[in-house]
């Protein structure tokens, strides 16, 4: 399957997940929107600083496969980590406090947007060099392996990241030694600037799991099932010792590629706005309606939660100490 | 003269050069906007996000003739990329005994001060100044950079522009005219007779402030700026201490075997020197740690004018200057 | 296509190539073997120094894929670079003088058996780093396309290379590119001491070519007619703007994977047997009998006069001076 | 006492410390024949021909309670693994704030003189030694490499093992009762007066060579063997210089922004050891040249006991000697 932005694909056929568990979907993915809306603003405002990268309009690939995964399984993210950290089930007063620089925050000040980790719940961290947390997520597989308890590792990289040579090493020793491995591409179609039609030789990253004699299978990102279902079988199969996958997701970044002020942004309006309609909360929404599952007060109720959750956040930051100077040399080294 | 940001400088260093020598060709993952509309996307060329490959290429591409240009934009991201620089680039032209010549200029933007944590910042230029077959600069003012880069050009060996993150906008007089910088030259950005400081980038500025400052106060602070990392003008730096007898070297790497340690071991190592070095030498460096994101702690992390300041007064008041 | 030390391939159909073209192939191969058979035992002589991986056995690949290009065309090399120099027409005394570490040797005695180069028939080097030349020759591929001479540029490297992160960046890079490539994969079933089988997590490094849309192709390497035809095929595509070809080409080594004494094979004798049986000279030899391209005395003349180019060149390398200790620090710059 | 090769004892560290924590294990692209027989290859494992992948592997399974041992044998592969150890082995622990411990052992052959050119023979430690949140050393003897191995291993950082290709084959005594050496411990190697040497890994025994030929002539070598790299016992060595008043330093690696670059200004930046140094700095390493094939070039290329010796006569003759 090869997705244009009006999308070839039919809708994911009904799921059988209960209604709360998709309730609880899109309850993430409007988490994910809303807590980088606030970010994207109050970086903006200068109370955020240095960079931040917005996964608006990708909600669906970070919820759609961590709804599939277990609390003892992990994940790594890339420099755009704040949905995937919300999806693995973060805490959100001591990310925005990261954001904000302080004491409290995840890595009390010291690690920003691009660095956001929980290790007790599995998030092994957002990273700053493209394609650098794939060898260190495919360690967690093979811990998991190692453990023999079932667990399941998830890397998460864009089109990019599966140019550099970290991707292939991976999933060549992940296939050899069968690790418990799910491979997403989150193919948002860019690489900053650069359009992946420029720098793929084929417009489908699956096609590269064939050359390691694994399952490749390309999603519309959008679709939260969709990605729900294709992960479910990825995790499954790991899970089973039958080893790693590899899952394309389709979807597009709303926003430019950094939210630092007078970025270029060189795609089509046309596109964006195209892709927009493909929104995967607007079509969750959607399809809950359909199915009687949401109606106007439980959505206003949930956004209302949100908002409040993510002004606590705000309000935890704001009253959180900056660290102190001295901290800076603190936690070169483990004791 | 007219002025330019030290970013416009350097990009038209580059397209100067590019109009005069066809060979000239460019490689970075996001390619810069004026030179791609001046010279269009097969002399400016997006390539995917494989910095290895990238730079590999441009290696092959110099010894079969071209004069390749690769920018690794954040120094960081060229660690992926170190077997391609240390193990080929630097030692290709010897191991095949010089029987090819491999023009390269890498760019890389380096320092902290944006806030955007340990991955983004870093000064490593020392570690590749250990390379034997690598040059390199920083420099420090719009006009340095557009000479050093054109001197980089043209020359025939792999050639590393650092370029400082804090300066991208700084502005400054910039000639119309060609003119090109030799590598190797330092510049005495002021002339001062009671404490040499070497500084590096943004440190020359702040050391520059600092030297106004003690100039109140009747002491006489020189500043040179090396300019070239590699080779390295030793000549200057010791002329310097052998007239001052005071040395003070800023950096905003880390101290540990830095570009700071070197400059110390050179000028105590030469005889002349030492036997005029009237108090002991004084690196003022970035604390040894990565650089964390929070504006304290990093603001923490750097040094500035302030330390600079500290580490001249601490160089004048020990020793047997008073004596001298 | 997939190879046991058995050979399940047929012997490739018969060529059209001129049966003196076909004798220089059988020259070329011996030429190597006889180079190598004599370096061995200077090394283990103590004349030549280091470390000194021999190509034994592997000839055919070699002299196939480098009888398919003209002087235009560039190659690179890995450590085990003896015999892409000779198939690529390098001088005898300026290799033996490189190996016995003398001033007249390629590299003046800097580089050693992992190093020789020579720049003027494009051969761009042995190299030292697994996978090393892999992105240096897409850079000539790329010199090439820029040139549009229609000159070609051939990467050869091991199935320990194909694993490594270079690889995978620049297949992609020249597919992307439709740069003027040829890769060739050097498979013979073992990296060092560790076996292809352990590390790949498929058996054909060929397979890889699908996710790059490039062509990708196993031949028996020890034929040197299958391989000469599908590197033909490749650098036709290549020369004509058709992109990179892949060319796995299954061979092995008969000798240890270094010569230094004392070096462990922890390969099976039986194995190691069985592939001499499948000996490309031997097979080349036959075939050219069996068309009555070569008779006895021919092939004794022909040894005879390899014979006396190697003693030639040893004679060459013996009598040539050391470099002087000073000359260690010329060259770390070009002028 | 038994004697062990240094080899023999760095893997007898190993192999001891597997036994005694089953959360150990071993990658490389060549699994070391004693270990992979006394532990299976689940715990030994080869890896493809893919450093980065296998070092950012043992940085996340450290991460999940691990202690991974990564050995990228020749130092000059670890190049292609250098985004990992240097963006996220050393910074990993910081950037995330301390939540999670990394307990890794890298292992790297360094050094020269086995006739394997450039690409095989590098001593690129002070490269490692300016990143922030990397520990290492280069033991000289079997009794220390078995003692800081041990050491590595139970430290909870990243820490890497330099381990001297010349010194593979060295025999010593060592115990076989269980020790460690703490790291950031300086060894004096041998007790002078008249000089200090600082020396590391085969050229702590050249540097004995020498200390005991000036024996003969009266004049006492003192030989510091650092052996910790990162952190450096500065406090040893600045004692040494404040007996001796004398500073040579013997380095494998080239000198500039080396090991003995950092020395020399550790030594000098203290006003209680340059107030006492009679002399400057001296620095006896490699040409800074990649290194050639020949043995005559090679052998030209490193110092040597002679080269030492003729760096402490230096020392000896210049400065305010004679009047001390
Ligand atoms: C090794 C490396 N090279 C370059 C960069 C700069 N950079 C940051 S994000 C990015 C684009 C990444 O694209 P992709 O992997 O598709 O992720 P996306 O941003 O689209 O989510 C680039 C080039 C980097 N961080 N690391
Ligand atoms: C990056 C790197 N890692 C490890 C080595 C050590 N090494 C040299 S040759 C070799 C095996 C190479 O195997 P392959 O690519 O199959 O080539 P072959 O030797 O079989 O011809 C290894 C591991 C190296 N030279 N470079
Ligand atoms: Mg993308
Ligand atoms: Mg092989």
């Known amino acids: 399957m090869s997705l244009s932005p009006q999308g070839r694909s039919a809708a994911s056929p009904a799921t059988n997940l209960p209604p709360e568990t998709q309730r609880e979907m899109l309850r993430q993915m409007l988490t994910i929107r809303l807590f980088e809306e606030r970010a994207s603003a109050d970086y903006r405002a200068g109370k955020i600083y240095g960079v931040v990268h917005c996964y608006i309009g990708e909600e669906g690939v970070a919820v759609g496969v961590c709804s599939a995964l277990g609390p003892q399984d992990r994940i790594i993210s890339t420099h755009r ?18 954001l904000y620089g302080r004491q409290t925050g995840y890595c009390k000040g010291k690690g920003g947007s691009m660095h956001i980790a929980d290790f007790s719940i599995g998030m092994l961290g957002a990273n700053g060099i493209v394609a650098g947390g794939i060898p260190i997520v495919t360690g967690a597989g093979l811990a998991a392996q190692m453990e023999g308890k079932g667990g399941v590792a998830v890397s998460f990289f864009g089109d990019g990241a599966s140019n550099a040579g970290p991707f292939h090493e991976c999933l060549n020793i992940a296939a050899s030694w069968k690790l418990p491995m799910v491979y997403v591409c989150e193919n948002n179609l860019y690489a900053a600037q650069t359009a992946a039609a420029a720098t793929h030789a084929l417009p489908d990253v699956a096609a590269r799991a064939a050359g390691y004699g694994i399952p490749g299978e390309v999603v519309d990102g959008n679709d939260i099932f969709a990605v729900h279902q ?16 590899l899952i394309e997701c389709k979807t597009y970044r709303w926003r430019a590629h950094t939210e630092r002020k007078g970025q270029p942004d060189y795609r089509e309006q046309a596109e964006i706005e195209a892709w927009k309609g493909r929104d995967p909360i607007a079509r969750l929404e959607r399809q809950l309606r359909e199915e009687s ?15 409040a959750a993510i002004e606590a956040a705000v309000a935890f930051a704001e009253a959180s100490p900056f660290p102190l100077p001295e901290q800076a040399t603190d936690d070169v080294f483990a004791a | 003269m007219r002025e330019l940001t030290y970013d416009e400088a350097a990009v038209e260093a580059v397209a100067e050069e590019m109009r005069r020598d066809p060979k000239i060709f460019y490689l970075s993952t996001d390619p810069i906007p004026p030179l791609l509309r001046e010279f269009g996307p097969e002399r ?37 990329a170190m077997d391609q620089i240390v193990n080929q680039a630097a030692k290709i032209h010897y191991m095949f005994g010089g029987q090819a010549r491999f023009p390269l200029l890498f ?32 420099a420090s003012t719009p006009y340095d950079i557009k000479g050093l880069i054109k001197t980089a050009i043209r020359d025939n060996n792999p050639v590393i522009s650092f370029e400082s993150s804090r300066l991208l906008r700084l502005k400054g007089p910039v000639p119309e005219e060609d003119y090109t910088i030799p590598l190797g030259l330092a510049d005495i950005k002021r002339e001062g007779s009671d404490v040499t400081v070497v500084a590096l980038a943004w440190l020359v500025h702040e050391a ?24 390295l003008d030793a000549g200057t730096i010791r002329d310097s201490v052998k007239k001052t007898g005071r ?4 950096d905003e790497a880390g101290p540990t075997a830095g570009f700071s340690a070197e400059v110390a071991a050179v000028a105590t190592e030469d005889g002349a020197t030492f036997a005029r070095l009237k108090a002991p030498v004084k690196r003022v460096c970035a604390l040894p ?14 040094p500035d004018r302030k330390r600079i300041l500290a580490g001249i007064r601490e160089v004048l008041r020990e020793g047997p200057a008073q004596a001298a």
Request: hydrophobic share 45%.
């Open chain 1, 81 to 98: 980590g704040h949905g995937h950290c919300i999806a693995k089930g973060a805490d959100l007063p001591r990310m925005m406090a990261e």
């Open chain 1, 230 to 245: 294709a992960a479910h079988r990825a995790v499954d199969r790991a899970r089973s010792g039958g080893g790693p996958s």
């Open chain 1, 293 to 307: 599952a949401l109606d106007d007060a439980e959505l206003q109720s949930m956004e209302r939660q949100i908002t």
């Open chain 2, 44 to 80: 400016i060329r997006a390539t995917p996000i494989a910095e290895s490959a990238m730079t590999g290429m441009g290696i092959g591409a110099a010894g079969c003739g071209f004069r390749p240009i690769v920018d690794w934009r954040q120094v960081t991201f060229c660690f992926v």
């Open chain 2, 107 to 138: 760019r890389a933007t380096v320092c902290g001060g944006g806030r955007v944590a340990a991955q983004h910042s870093q000064s490593p230029y020392s570690m590749f100044m250990n390379v034997a077959g690598l040059k390199m600069f920083l």
């Open chain 2, 208 to 231: 520059l402030a600092a030297a106004e400052e003690l100039a109140k106060e009747g002491i006489s602070v020189e500043v040179i700026d090396p300019r070239s990392l590699v080779p």
């Open chain 2, 247 to 250: 040395l003070v070297i800023a």
């Open chain 2, 289 to 302: 740690v990565p650089i964390p994101y929070s504006p304290v702690l990093e603001n923490h992390v750097f």
